[in-house]
């Protein structure tokens, strides 16, 4: 049985719907990707040292990253000569085998969010500017509402202009009430929000933070103050520290990964605009550079595009073209 067809079994009924927004979502990229490892299967008959090196480009073109791809060609090719293995195309599924590998490396992936069993579970922010936090927030609100959790919104953001009322409009649109105020320090919109949370019984906060990240020193001191009054008011808290990341900056998005890592404690990742970007690969590669694991992904511009991430859904999005089981 191959890859694809595990994956098929393990899928339920109700989970084509969600199979399908990873197949749109995904399109850009498994258009660019697999159509080019489709040609390069048959442009070799034989593998050798050309096709490796092909492969490697479109591994890299795929924004999987340098490093990364470096170590999976060598567990390739290290597989390769295990298994006396001689043509490309029987070469495809253990591609895609690995890939899977290479992102779960022997670890249980947990990409559920961490509840609070106990009080109030507070979901902390943070990112650049325009990598879509508020958005990001409001859509993870309107799950959380449609399970019938009570939810309030906190802006902490009070530096980017407009930031609030982007917040504040999404509470409307969501039905979940927002707790701001204008020209203050972030810490105090906190303080506010969580004594509001314990007061008023909401199941979860959803914290926006300022995007920026030019200054590391100031927004470590920053997001250390805020960690510091949350635990503050509620023991353990935050109980998740999420890190958005725009999926279109490629690259870009692996050293804001490592950079937030060194400031603050990132327990997940969510990567938006994953349906606009041809490189849809970046998603092995934070996982391999960083060791976080993708809780969320975005995979559209609807309230209910915000999915969380699966590993399985993902890579059966991403090679379902590829022909694997000729």
């Known amino acids: 049985m191959g890859i694809f067809d595990k994956f098929k079994n393990l899928f339920q009924k109700e989970e084509k719907e969600e199979l399908n927004r990873y197949d749109i979502g995904l399109e850009k990229t498994r258009k660019e990707f697999t159509s080019k490892l489709n040609l390069l299967t048959l442009k070799y008959n034989r593998i050798n040292e050309e096709y490796y090196e092909e492969l490697e480009d479109i591994l890299i073109q795929a924004d999987i990253g340098v490093n990364t791809v470096i170590r999976f060609i060598d567990r390739l090719k290290d597989r390769v000569k295990k298994e006396n293995i001689l043509n490309a195309s029987d070469l495809k599924e253990i591609i895609v085998d690995e890939m899977f590998i290479i992102y779960v490396q022997n670890q249980i992936i947990v990409n559920k969010i961490n509840y609070n069993k106990d009080g109030p579970t507070v979901i902390l922010f943070v990112g650049v500017n325009g990598v879509g936090k508020t958005t990001t927030i409001g859509k993870l609100a309107y799950q959380m509402a449609l399970q019938e959790k009570k939810v309030l919104l906190v802006a902490g953001d009070t530096f980017r202009a407009g930031a609030v009322e982007q917040l504040i409009e999404w509470g409307k649109r969501v039905n979940c009430d927002v ?20 007061r008023e019984d909401y199941d979860v906060v959803l914290i926006d933070t300022a995007g920026r990240l030019q200054n590391k020193t100031n927004l470590m001191n920053e997001l250390d103050k805020i960690n510091k009054v949350i635990g503050k008011i509620i023991p353990n808290a935050p109980h998740e520290t999420l890190l958005v990341i725009d999926a279109t900056t490629g690259q870009n998005g692996i050293s ?66 590829m022909d694997v089981e000729k």
Not at 298 to 320: A, M, N, P, S
């Open 256 to 321: 804001q990964a490592k950079s937030f890592q060194e400031i603050t404690n990132i327990t997940g990742i969510v990567l938006t605009k994953l349906d606009g970007t041809a490189k849809g690969g970046i998603v092995l590669a934070i996982k391999d550079s960083v060791g976080i694991p993708v809780k969320y992904v975005g995979l559209g511009e609807q309230k209910e595009d915000l999915r969380v991430f699966d590993i399985e859904k993902y890579i059966y999005g991403l090679f379902k073209e």
């Open 179 to 198: 707790l701001y105020k204008l020209d203050a320090d972030p810490a105090s919109v906190i303080y506010d929000g969580l004594e509001k949370a314990k």
